[in-house]
């Protein structure tokens, strides 16, 4: 289920590899669920230049 969407029936992949995971392993992230991640650490924006994107509705 998603928080925003409600229930999401997901569709599988169209192939199937014989060893490796069967499904969906996890959903789908959620808008800007990692850009402190990415902007902060891979990216090395300092935190409060993040914070003062997020304000003003640059970055979620």
Known sequence: DDPA???IRPFG?????SDGPRGIQ???P???EHN???L?????LPAAELRRL????VVF
């Open 5 to 7: 969407f409600g229930r």
């Open 13 to 17: 992949p169209a192939w199937r590899l």
């Open 26 to 28: 996890r959903p789908a």
């Open 30 to 32: 959620r808008l800007g």
């Open 36 to 38: 402190e991640y990415v």
């Open 40 to 44: 902060g650490e891979l990216v090395g």
């Open 54 to 57: 997020q304000g003003e509705g």
